[in-house]
């Protein structure tokens, strides 16, 4: 939660024309720019932002935002990341609501030193000679310059000190040097005689480096990466996705593969979805952080040993196990997808993807390579055990229809397996808190979120979408209080002619505490030529909602049978009369 002095300062600083013109082709339309809408396919440019104007809007598919709005949606960044992504980008220092004192160098301090290693490692494997004998490694790997210079690899020296020398020179200080992990505890340089491939972050900030060695002589594991720092947990980083991130929020599909080289081969092949687990086997962070960019496929190009296919087992699950559909590429013993890559060529790959097995397929076939599935016993523990990794994923349907998959691959009655899992049905429950498919739906929160998204995408038209939620006084009967608290502060800014955007709510949400709120509020596009009237829409369901449930509370009373007569006919009354007269949106 940031203080909203600092942030009124970054809401002067940034220029959206700037921002948007490192994602989008803006061409100068008057006192507008223009660009393709990047949020749907057109072939007529009908995305606009006036110079000045801290909004864009589309007017062909209604996409309407400021520049946090825009990096959520566009670039896939997490509100607080957009944030301190805007902040970063225009030097504001964005200061904390604790009083507590920051402790440590800033994270921007930390990003800078870690570029400057970059290109101090970069510099080194090309211009130097000792940094030659890793660049004629790299070139018998069929890893050429352009390769080199797109993704920014380096060498480290073999000189202890020569990073710490150079980065000191450039004025970082020594507690930066050991927030960044690019020195030991013993003042010596981390990496030493080693290839180095910089870890960016997904919006391409350097945060670490992993170290390949090319000499046997080198001390070490084959690859080491920077220990864990404030920037880089690395149960969390997805190497290769600040390339990738944009192509697989908008397809929903990733490829997986074991290691770096792997990822950056295919993505300069135009298989720029990829991406590696970071230093450790792939777990749940890292499956998080597709979940987060929407991802329905995967396809993983794992090596094609024991070691890879166990691993191809326990990834596909987790996938599974979150509905998202799994798919192995089979690949040639002894080969990986870099090899693959440099023998076949992409369009080889590419097959390779369209005829991967489903997970279930794989899963049945790589099993049975050491059950002998002739035999009852051994056909029955196998089956079931998959058939209780299948009932342990957490989509009903999924479990239906994967069971019903495993009873044909391996050839037994689906009754054996339970597969006949009950009809799912919605059932709605008191408190408009609705079971669907597994989930609980709180529409209370969805109407209210619904309110707060007119209250703060309604354009030229908000001061009159805002005094009409004022006028039948909305955030008084919300039931949701950080929902109520949030319009609240719209309305208080606009009592006081104050600007009210997402900048001003980051000084209200605790990201702990509502991580997707702002993710909810740009899913529904706004129509801004019938905001008026769709606003009236929303606060006649909100209006009604409150009416709704008094009609049925009464009515519950009377079907009781706790009440006398008498009771019951003044409730049956006071029903008719509210019947009669449903609750009409006030409009200014």
Not at 156 to 173: F, I
Not at 232 to 259: D, M, N, P, Q, W
Not at 547 to 561: C, D, F, M, R
Request: net charge neutral; glycine share 6%; charged share 25%.
């Amino acid at each position: 939660m940031f203080t909203q002095e600092s942030l009124d300062t970054l809401r002067q600083r940034i220029d959206l024309v700037e921002v948007l013109s490192s994602h989008l082709d803006l061409k100068r339309a008057g006192a507008s720019f223009k660009a393709l809408c990047p949020f749907h396919e057109e072939k007529t440019p009908s995305f606009i932002v006036k110079r000045g104007d801290s909004h864009y809007h589309c007017f062909g598919c209604g996409a309407h935002g400021d520049a946090i709005a825009f990096l959520m949606q566009h670039s896939q960044m997490g509100f607080t990341e957009a944030v301190e992504h805007l902040a970063d980008r225009f030097q504001v220092p964005l200061e904390r609501t604790d009083k507590a004192p920051v402790s440590g160098p800033s994270k921007a301090d930390l990003k800078g030193a870690l570029e400057a290693a970059c290109q101090f490692y970069h510099f080194f494997l090309l211009h130097t000679e000792e940094g030659h004998a890793a660049l004629r490694y790299l070139y018998g790997r069929g890893i050429d310059l352009d390769f080199i210079r797109h993704f920014q690899i380096g060498a480290a020296p073999e000189r202890r000190d020569a990073l710490q020398q150079y980065l000191t020179a450039m004025g970082v200080n020594e507690e930066v040097l050991q927030q960044t992990g690019l020195i030991r505890a013993n003042r010596s340089d981390f990496f030493n005689e080693r290839i180095m491939f910089p870890i960016r972050d997904p919006g391409g900030s350097v945060i670490g480096f992993s170290g390949r060695k090319f000499k046997e002589s080198t001390m070490g594991g084959k690859y080491v990466n920077t220990p864990e720092t404030p920037l880089f947990k690395k149960s969390h980083v997805l190497f290769g996705l600040s390339y990738s991130r944009k192509r697989i929020a908008k397809e929903k599909k990733a490829v997986i593969v074991e290691g770096q080289i792997d990822a950056l081969r295919l993505i300069k092949a135009g298989i720029s979805i990829t991406v590696a687990g970071q230093g450790t086997a792939f777990g749940e962070g890292h499956l998080e952080e597709l979940l987060r960019l929407g991802v329905k496929q995967v396809y993983l190009a794992l090596d094609a040993d024991k070691a890879g296919q166990e691993a191809a087992c326990k990834i596909g699950d987790m996938f599974q196990k979150k509905g998202v559909a799994a798919h192995v590429i089979e690949l040639p013993i002894g080969k990986d997808p870099d090899s693959l890559l440099k023998e076949e060529g992409t369009e080889a790959f590419l097959e390779r993807m369209e005829k991967s097995l489903d997970y279930l397929t794989f899963l049945v076939r790589y099993r049975s390579l050491s059950d002998d599935l002739s035999q009852p016993a051994i056909k029955s523990q196998l089956a079931e055990e998959i058939a209780a990794r299948i009932r342990a994923w957490e989509h009903p349907v999924m479990v239906h229809e994967s069971l019903k998959q495993l009873a044909s691959l391996l050839r037994v009655p689906e009754e054996a397996l339970g597969s006949n899992v009950p009809a799912i049905r919605p059932s709605v429950k008191k408190q408009a808190s609705a079971k669907l498919m597994g989930f609980d739906i709180d529409l209370h929160r969805i109407l209210e979120i619904d309110l707060l998204r007119w209250s703060l995408l309604s354009g030229e038209q908000k001061p009159r979408i805002l005094a009409m939620i004022e006028m039948n006084e909305v955030a008084q009967k919300m039931k949701v209080p950080l929902l109520r608290k949030l319009l609240e502060t719209c309305l208080e800014a606009h009592a006081n002619n104050a600007p009210c955007d997402f900048l001003t709510l980051a000084g209200m949400i605790n990201e702990k505490e509502e991580p997707e709120l702002i993710s909810q509020i740009l899913q529904k596009k706004v129509n801004l030529q019938k905001a008026e009237e769709g606003c009236i829409a929303t606060l006649t369901s909100f209006l009604q909602r409150d009416w709704l449930e008094e009609t049925e509370k009464i009515k519950v009373k009377i079907q009781s049978g706790n009440c006398t007569d008498e009771e019951a006919l003044e409730l049956a009354k006071r029903f008719s009369e509210i019947k009669k007269n449903p609750p009409q949106v006030k409009v200014p």
